[in-house]
């Protein structure tokens, strides 16, 4: 079975990916395809995290142990295969950038029974990514900024953004990107 992945950012408007993958890949792998279709640099570190239909962080599965005191269960990139946590319509974080939490929301959009992919593609591109790292004094300003300008927004029933829009998931804009075979 092969796995359809849409990813977008709340950073870049007009960014896109899509990455086909076979479903008994590692999550190691989607991190590869995810990287290669943007070009970041694989040795950063980064985690997943399956989150809910409200994009609610829940299980994390990492790139490597750092050692957690915790009694919860640790899922490692190459040790986790997709199809053990992956179903129709799955919503993940993908956090690229530790310093700064900055991610991509990524969907699984279809799976496509009766296939197999031995490597992951992007087939579809559209937009440039994100920087991969931010500097700590960039990103400060721009939180600062944000703040100052949106504090009026902000009471004490704010929680989370309003700013990321679910219809980012629907096949709109798609005719303007580049398909690979």
């Known amino acids: 079975m092969i796995f359809n992945f849409r990813l977008v950012s ?8 899509e990455i086909n993958i076979d ?16 070009g970041y640099d694989k040795n950063q570190m980064c985690s997943f995290f399956l989150c809910d ?28 295969v997709l199809s053990d946590f992956i179903d129709d319509g799955q919503r993940l974080i993908f956090v690229f ?14 799976s496509i029974p009766g296939k197999n ?7 579809a591109s559209m937009g440039a990514a994100p920087a991969q790292m931010m500097d700590i004094d960039e990103f400060e300003a721009k939180s600062a900024g944000t703040v100052a300008q ?6 004490e029933d704010f929680y989370g953004s ?7 998931f629907d096949a709109a804009g798609f005719d303007e990107m580049t398909f690979e075979d």
């Open 23 to 38: 479903a008994d890949a590692t999550f190691l792998d989607l991190r590869n395809a995810i990287c290669d279709s943007v």
């Open 117 to 123: 992919l031995k490597d992951p593609v992007c087939v």
């Open 53 to 80: 239909n409200n994009w609610e962080k829940g299980k994390e599965i990492t790139l490597e142990d750092m050692g957690s005191d915790s009694d919860e269960d640790i899922y490692l990139m190459d040790e986790t």
């Open 97 to 110: 950038d530790y310093m700064t939490d900055r991610c991509f929301f990524i969907e699984m959009k279809k």
């Open 10 to 17: 709340d950073e870049v408007d007009n960014f896109r990916r």
């Open 162 to 168: 309003d700013e990321y829009n679910d219809d980012e």
């Open 150 to 155: 949106g504090a009026d927004d902000f009471d």
